[in-house]
């Protein structure tokens, strides 16, 4: 005579969300657990620390004008970096200028554009060995070179800066963390040029589009 076997009780299984969902949890909270800590913002970055030394250079942005290279930047703020030349139609004034386009101070994201120090016979050779010329919306011309001339410019000297945040600033703000101008002009792009002359700084306000903060030794403490 056979005997019938009791039924186990079935069991249920876990719905895939639920498992998937359980193990992201716990994954995050391990993560959490493992998260180096952030090192501290180096206050000399700061846009507002900015300042002339006993010496009487500028130094603005970690950098120091007329002394650090763009090595020195690139450390600082990434090698995604482009380098071009731009001169006058006729071939006239010609510059050379380092852009980032995307960079972080702590939480300001902006860009960044570094004018260089090189000497005329530099400019000279890396314009005429150019890799291809166009003419910008101002009618000047913009030089691309080739990596092998940039790569020349790496420890040429800094002339100025120009930060340009990506939200725009208030009037407040700048009253908060720059102070008052020693002088505001509206000069012949219409817009309010704002000096500051402890910081080495030309603020350029412009309604319509990015300020600009522009670091320069032209811009000197009363």
Not at 26 to 42: A, H, K, T, Y
Not at 78 to 98: I, N, R
């Amino acid at each position: 005579m056979i005997m019938n076997q009791p039924k186990k009780p079935k069991t249920k299984n876990l719905p895939v969300f639920w498992i998937l969902f359980i193990f992201s949890i716990v994954g995050f909270g391990i993560l959490l657990l493992i998260q180096p800590d952030r090192e501290p913002l180096d206050q000399k970055l700061l846009p507002w620390n900015a300042h002339y030394d006993s010496a009487g250079k500028l130094h603005a942005l970690g950098l120091t004008v007329h002394q650090s290279t763009l090595s020195d930047a690139m450390k600082i703020y990434g090698k995604d970096v482009e380098v071009k030349m731009f001169s006058k139609t006729d071939e006239s004034h010609k510059s050379l200028e380092a852009y980032f386009p995307v960079i972080y101070i702590g939480s300001i994201k902006a860009a960044l554009t570094l004018k260089l120090e090189a000497s005329k016979a530099e400019l000279d050779h890396a314009f005429d060995n150019g890799k291809k010329i166009t003419v910008t919306t101002s009618g000047e011309r913009e030089v691309e070179l080739y990596n092998s001339d940039i790569t020349k410019f790496f420890n040429t000297p800094i002339s100025s800066l120009t930060l340009i945040p990506r939200n725009n600033l208030t009037e407040r703000a700048i009253d908060k963390r720059f102070g008052k101008p020693d002088r505001i002009e509206v000069q012949s792009d219409h817009l309010p040029h704002w000096f500051f002359g402890k910081l080495g700084l030309e603020l350029i306000l412009d309604a319509e589009g990015p300020e600009a903060l522009q670091y320069t030794t032209n811009v000197k403490p009363n």
